[in-house]
């Protein structure tokens, strides 16, 4: 871009199959709108006469093509007819890459040229190769975060699997010991659910345990954690929830877990209950979280002792109904001496 055609009609005869040469005039008289005309034709490298701009508007044309929204702006030579080391350290503070001082041979422009030509083809291969990695890194990333929900999530009900609920009760009973917040657990057991696999197959039961868990989602706070272990039971951790308010909460989702149809393998409709049993954090009784599972695994037993399809709030004086009440059997119980390495 330069106020000279003449030089504009020279540079052009550079051009040929490898390198294509645009001369557009821009003058005082005649400025172009740079950003419209970068955006026509994406040049890789602008030739441009800085005498175009005054001298207290120096550098402006230079600004105007680098602020053009572009992924990689292109190279920009400037041309002068002014000489001074203070005028060229200006130019490239402006943004100048290149400065030619008029006048110059239109084969030195050339010999240039194709040198800049090879710096952009490195600059586009160099963005290119930063573009994919860019993009293994999201994919990488992704990976990572799929491989860590799988570590933590149960595949077949997408609730949370023992291993997190474990290291979650761990860290809130820190929680609990110093500031006795409340907190209450609620454990579930699906009753007589043999029977839906012996009268069906075990894609029906685990169909079964699927649809339980979205039903024990949707009838839960998103800050409660819910997880299943064993085979047919689950368990749910709810912060912020004293024993009352729990055992309301395992009510209602007793009546939707007793409301939910599910259909067999032979298109026959039936429905499941659910015992479920709830303690709630007590200080002076509860020196780890496993103190607290207990006493919700033992109002579990106690909810099936007592007829099923119900909910059991622990008290302390329940414990005499527990003559028959075997904690070596507890599903639960086993599975936490597994994942804690105790057994």
Same mark, same amino acid.
């Given at each position: 871009?330069?106020?000279?055609?003449? /030089?504009?009609?020279?540079?052009?005869?550079?051009?040929?199959?490898?390198?294509?040469?645009?001369?557009?005039?821009?003058?005082?008289?005649?400025?172009?709108?740079?950003?419209?005309?970068? %955006?026509?034709?994406?040049?890789?490298?602008?030739?441009?006469? %800085?005498?175009?701009?005054?001298?207290?508007?120096?550098?402006?044309?230079?600004?105007?093509?680098?602020?053009?929204?572009?992924?990689?702006?292109?190279?920009?030579?400037?041309?002068?007819?002014?000489?001074?080391?203070?005028?060229?350290? @200006?130019?490239?503070?402006?943004?100048?890459?290149?400065?030619?001082?008029?006048? /110059?041979?239109?084969?030195?422009?050339?010999?240039?040229?194709?040198?800049?030509?090879?710096?952009?083809?490195?600059?586009?291969?160099?963005?290119?190769?930063?573009?994919?990695?860019?993009?293994?890194?999201?994919?990488?990333?992704?990976?990572?975060?799929?491989?860590?929900?799988?570590?933590?999530?149960?595949?077949?009900?997408?609730?949370?699997?023992?291993?997190?609920?474990?290291?979650?009760?761990? @860290?809130? /009973?820190?929680?609990?010991?110093?500031?006795?917040?409340? /907190?209450?657990?609620?454990?579930?057991?699906?009753?007589?659910?043999?029977?839906?696999?012996?009268?069906?197959?075990?894609?029906?039961?685990?169909?079964?345990?699927?649809?339980?868990?979205?039903?024990?989602?949707?009838?839960?706070?998103?800050?409660?954690?819910?997880?299943?272990?064993?085979?047919?039971?689950?368990?749910?951790?709810?912060?912020?929830?004293?024993?009352?308010?729990?055992?309301?909460?395992?009510?209602?989702?007793?009546?939707?877990?007793?409301?939910?149809?599910?259909?067999?393998?032979?298109?026959?409709?039936?429905?499941?209950?659910?015992?479920?049993?709830?303690?709630?954090?007590?200080?002076?009784?509860?020196?780890?979280?496993?103190?607290?599972?207990?006493?919700?695994?033992?109002?579990?037993? %106690?909810?099936?002792?007592?007829?099923?399809?119900?909910?059991?709030?622990?008290?302390?004086?329940?414990?005499?109904?527990?003559?028959?009440?075997?904690?070596?059997?507890?599903?639960?119980?086993?599975?936490?001496?597994?994942?804690?390495?105790?057994?």
């Amino acid at each position: 871009m330069d106020p000279d055609e003449d /030089f504009l009609k020279e540079a052009q005869s550079l051009g040929d199959e490898r390198l294509r040469v645009i001369a557009e005039l821009h003058s005082r008289s005649n400025p172009h709108n740079l950003e419209d005309l970068i %955006l026509k034709h994406y040049p890789d490298v602008v030739v441009l006469n %800085l005498d175009v701009d005054d001298v207290l508007g120096f550098g402006r044309s230079v600004q105007e093509i680098l602020n053009v929204p572009l992924a990689l702006p292109p190279i920009v030579v400037g041309t002068t007819s002014r000489e001074g080391s203070d005028l060229r350290a @200006k130019a490239y503070a402006v943004g100048v890459d290149d400065y030619l001082v008029r006048p /110059f041979g239109l084969r030195d422009l050339g010999f240039r040229l194709g040198v800049l030509r090879k710096t952009r083809r490195l600059q586009k291969h160099l963005e290119q190769a930063t573009r994919k990695l860019s993009g293994l890194n999201l994919q990488l990333s992704d990976s990572n975060r799929r491989l860590e929900e799988m570590t933590v999530t149960d595949e077949l009900t997408g609730l949370s699997n023992m291993r997190f609920m474990t290291q979650f009760l761990e @860290k809130q /009973f820190q929680m609990l010991s110093r500031y006795e917040r409340p /907190f209450a657990l609620l454990m579930i057991d699906l009753d007589h659910f043999k029977s839906v696999n012996d009268k069906n197959d075990h894609l029906v039961g685990s169909q079964t345990i699927r649809t339980i868990g979205r039903t024990i989602d949707a009838c839960t706070r998103t800050s409660d954690v819910k997880a299943r272990y064993g085979g047919d039971e689950y368990v749910v951790a709810m912060p912020e929830t004293d024993g009352a308010s729990a055992e309301f909460v395992a009510n209602r989702l007793r009546e939707a877990i007793a409301e939910s149809v599910h259909t067999g393998h032979d298109g026959a409709e039936f429905r499941v209950t659910a015992s479920i049993g709830v303690a709630s954090f007590a200080k002076d009784r509860h020196t780890s979280y496993r103190d607290l599972v207990k006493e919700a695994d033992r109002a579990m037993y %106690l909810s099936k002792k007592n007829g099923r399809n119900r909910v059991t709030l622990w008290r302390p004086e329940s414990t005499s109904e527990l003559q028959e009440y075997d904690e070596t059997q507890s599903a639960i119980m086993t599975e936490i001496k597994k994942i804690s390495g105790k057994e």
